[in-house]
């Protein structure tokens, strides 16, 4: 082998990085005291950036592409090295891809309760989660910031740093959002796009951008749910002496036809017993046997509890004798959507069988005058 076979089989005339991982943000070119030379090919595929470090310096950053190292295309690196003066020989540079895709489905949650001031129920601890995603919108600021001469970067690496910044935030925004408890389910969205939208600034310090962030589930403490469950009880009573009325005539009903039933039966009974003891040739005066103890009336019907639909926005729940009220004053129609749990999505109020029987009790139209 000549000397010139050996110098350039010591020189690295290819330069590309193939990931093969899902969680790798920037890798560094390994050369392990090789040198690079002048006029190698530089690989950039899509997805990726090159960073030239020279001598602690930050150099140049390419873009996705295939390039020819030398002094029409690294500018900077032409001026460190006095490329311009002809210098052709092999340099020293560490070589980092930074892989520039978008990371998703990463997790974010409080670990501590968050405490906001609810007009309503006063001061309440609530909980969230959700995703979002990152990407790396600055190569050459995120290295200088963040990577520094870590060799393989991963996503674990910064993602705590990211999740502590959001949760920090949506903090903050839901703190001065003053969105009561229960409309929270509702802006969960808006909530994403404003703690988004907050953080960006930060996150652009680090050469990071924040495509998406998504708020799943806003919780309460145990004790408010509970809370919460008694009000919608009482809710569906709806008028608390309407209920009691409703309650006692349907205990009256059974009461009535459980009584028929037993005194049918009792008769019934006597009738057989003396014919059996006319064939048997027995007293007839003789005292019948009891009867037997009548069957439990069966437990009141559970009213349903429903919900209203108007102008993209729900109210309820109401009880029926509510829905009645509202039929009475007008603000409940037959076109109006309504929904109640078991029922298949929404329906107009006349087309359930239980809400019609309501707009049949309405007297008709006044005639023309």
Do not use: C
């Amino acid at each position: 082998m000549g000397i010139f076979d050996f110098l350039s089989g010591e020189f690295i005339d290819v330069i590309h990085w193939t990931d093969d991982t899902r969680d790798t943000l920037v890798w560094r070119f390994e050369r392990e005291a090789h040198e690079i030379k002048y006029g190698a090919k530089l690989t950039v595929r899509e997805g990726q950036a090159a960073v030239f470090v020279h001598e602690g310096q930050l150099a140049d950053v390419f873009t996705p592409g295939l390039y020819m190292l030398e002094t029409n295309n690294m500018p900077i690196m032409t001026t460190l090295q006095h490329w311009d003066h002809g210098f052709k020989s092999p340099f020293k540079s560490e070589i980092y891809f930074v892989n520039t895709t978008r990371f998703s489905d990463l997790k974010w949650g409080t670990k501590n309760p968050v405490i906001v001031r609810d007009s309503e129920f006063g001061p309440v601890r609530l909980r969230a989660f959700g995703t979002y995603s990152v990407r790396v919108s600055d190569p050459a600021v995120f290295l200088r910031e963040i990577v520094g001469t870590d060799g393989e970067f991963t996503m674990d690496e910064i993602s705590f740093q990211i999740r502590n910044i959001i949760v920090q935030e949506f903090s903050r925004t839901i703190a001065r959002a003053s969105i009561p408890v229960l409309d929270m389910a509702a802006n969960t969205r808006e909530l994403g796009k404003l703690v988004g939208k907050k953080i960006e600034a930060q996150l652009a310090e680090y050469g990071l951008s924040l495509p998406e962030l998504y708020v799943e589930n806003i919780s309460l403490p145990p004790a408010v749910e509970e809370v919460l469950d008694k009000r919608t009880s009482m809710g569906v009573v709806g008028n608390l002496n309407e209920y009691m009325q409703y309650q006692a005539a349907t205990v009256l009903g059974q009461e009535g036809a459980g009584a028929a039933a037993i005194q049918a039966g009792i008769g019934a009974g006597l009738g057989m017993q003396i014919g059996a003891q006319a064939v048997a040739g027995g007293p007839w005066g003789a005292a019948p046997k009891p009867a037997a103890a009548p069957a439990a009336p069966p437990p009141p019907p559970v009213e349903h509890v429903w919900h209203i639909a108007e102008g993209g926005a729900t109210t309820g729940p109401y009880s029926k004798a509510r829905m009645g009220r509202m039929v009475t004053e007008g603000t409940l129609k037959r076109d109006t959507f309504v929904w109640t749990a078991g029922q298949d999505g929404w329906k107009r109020a006349d087309e359930v069988m239980e809400l019609a029987q309501l707009f049949t009790v309405m007297p008709p139209p006044p005639p023309a005058g």
